[in-house]
């Protein structure tokens, strides 16, 4: 048996931290400390850390949640991630049940802060600071070395200008968590917009991408672990490549990436409305083994509100976008967030966005309400709404859009979809009878976008199959392999 320290690395929030937390697993394991499994969790680790998210006010009280109930077990806890980095002391103050509180700059020595943790040093916990101040380093290139990705002479902190890390610490590392055959490739750190709704860039940064070779490195590695689709995830796939003098770049990259060896599926996530040029639609919907899938940040779609959030853009812009895109791929999936309530919100600005919900016909849609944000411009806006008036406008548009998503799922029924199996139907909760798989079909994400219930013969995990859809359940369908 192992006398090695445990640590349990619990990940909340979007794909992001869930890269963030293969880098932190691994830089742990190199720092001499064993992972806890999933049968052992928090009863079975000295510390627990929790990569915490801090985008809005539920996943805030969500990581606040996680946090206390892994002091409950008895466990040293460590605050990590977006809020951790996003209040620093102030969180440290008001949670004395977190042991630490560490931002992004401790992840180069994490080992060192849990050692910290164990000896009973409390080190105090960063002030925050607007990290758009701060000038980014480079990624480096690594090559895939065992199982872990290793950064070459990047082994230690001294090797790092003080306060200049990127958003996420200097990639060393990465160790899989949990397996399976999809994974989240980061393309970049951080965003250079200034959406007035959003504190992402103050705590995570100006925009640093990383260097294709990097990428494709990274991407080799993964596939020789079993991973059959990339999700490509960053707080804006849109602006890949520009630090880089290369608007195109991400153009460039999806052949490459779609011919790695073992990688039968690519996905793009997080695409900006305004910065999705005709030649990123060419490439998402003409490159063999890239998914026709759009993830569109369109937020809204009255012109004056969209103005309001420093965004661009209207009803029918977005409608033309979706017409280029389908011109295209006519059974491209699309997906999309919007925000209701937003200050100054009319209810003609509100129908206008039920109107473009309406003839869009989207996959998959996320509605929240608006609240404020500390540190954010729209937080200082004139013309909050009631919050019993956001409340029904959310209602409204969230019953409106699972009706419409399921009749956007209805339409596939008689289509063929290509669908990666990823898990068996009885461990997924199924009733089916005759069991079956359960997977995605090229329009659908992992986590967000409903599943496809798979029956036939022959049937392995990680395959991807060609089945006809024969029926649907709200935004999950069922298909049949011939």
């Known amino acids: 048996m192992s006398t090695r320290r445990k640590v349990s690395l619990i990940t909340l929030g979007c794909a992001r931290n869930e890269v963030d937390s ?8 190199d720092a001499g400390w064993d992972l806890a499994d999933g049968a052992d969790g928090a009863d ?5 850390v929790v990569n915490t998210c801090g985008f809005i006010e539920a996943a805030k009280k969500d990581s606040i949640d996680t946090l206390l109930a892994a002091h409950d077990s008895g466990a040293k806890v460590v605050a990590a991630g977006c809020m951790a980095e996003r209040y620093g002391s102030e969180l440290a103050a008001a949670l004395p049940e977190a042991d630490a509180v560490i931002g992004f700059d401790d992840y180069t020595a994490i080992g060192d802060r849990l050692d910290d943790v164990m000896a009973g ?37 001294d090797d790092l200008p003080d306060g ?37 860039p103050a705590f995570r940064g100006a925009y640093v991408s990383r260097p294709p070779a990097e990428v494709l490195e990274e991407a080799r590695w993964l596939a020789d672990h079993g991973v059959r689709e990339l999700v490509l995830v960053s707080e804006n796939s849109t602006s890949y490549g520009k630090d880089l003098g290369d608007l195109r770049a991400l153009e460039k990259l999806l052949p490459e990436l779609a011919a790695v060896d073992g990688v039968e599926r690519v ?37 004056p509100v969209l103005r309001s959030m420093r965004r661009f853009g209207d009803r029918e812009r977005f409608l033309g976008l979706l017409d280029q895109i389908r011109a295209l791929a006519p059974e491209a999936g699309v997906r999309s967030n919007f925000i209701v309530g937003f200050p100054g919100e009319t209810e003609d600005d509100f129908e206008e966005l039920v109107e473009f919900l309406s003839a869009a ?25 009631d919050p019993a008036d956001v409340a029904a406008r959310v209602e409204e548009l969230s019953g409106l859009a699972e009706e419409l998503t399921a009749q956007r799922a209805e339409d596939r029924v008689g289509s063929v979809v290509r669908v990666l199996l990823e898990d068996k139907a009885e461990q997924a909760g199924d009733a089916e009878p005759d069991g079956g798989f359960e997977g995605r079909a090229e329009h659908q994400a992992p986590e967000v976008d409903g599943t496809v219930l798979v029956r036939g013969e022959g049937l392995a995990l990680g395959d991807i199959v060609e089945a006809r859809v024969v029926g649907s359940d709200g935004v999950d369908l069922i298909a049949d392999v011939s």
Request: aromatic share 4%; glycine share 12%.
């Open 121 to 157: 040093r409390r080190r105090d916990a960063h002030t925050p600071r607007d990290r758009r101040t701060l000038l980014p380093i480079s990624p480096v290139e690594r090559p895939a070395h065992g199982s872990h990705v290793v950064v070459p002479g990047h082994g230690g902190q």
């Open 267 to 303: 996905r793009v996530s997080y695409l900006q409305p305004a910065e999705t040029r005709p030649g990123l639609i060419e490439a998402i919907c003409g490159t063999p083994g890239v998914a026709p899938y759009f993830d569109m940040s369109f937020q809204h779609a009255s012109g």
């Open 22 to 29: 293969e880098e932190l697993a691994a830089r742990i394991e």
């Open 164 to 200: 200049v890390a990127p958003a996420s610490g200097p990639r060393v590392l990465r160790r899989r968590l949990g397996g399976g055959p999809v994974a989240p490739l980061k393309l970049a750190s951080g965003c250079d917009r200034r959406c007035t709704f959003c504190a992402i």
């Open 44 to 48: 079975g680790a000295d510390v627990v």
């Open 361 to 385: 016909r989207l996959d998959a849609v996320g509605v929240f309400g608006y609240s404020d944000e500390e540190g954010t411009e729209a937080a200082n806006l004139d013309g909050k709404l």
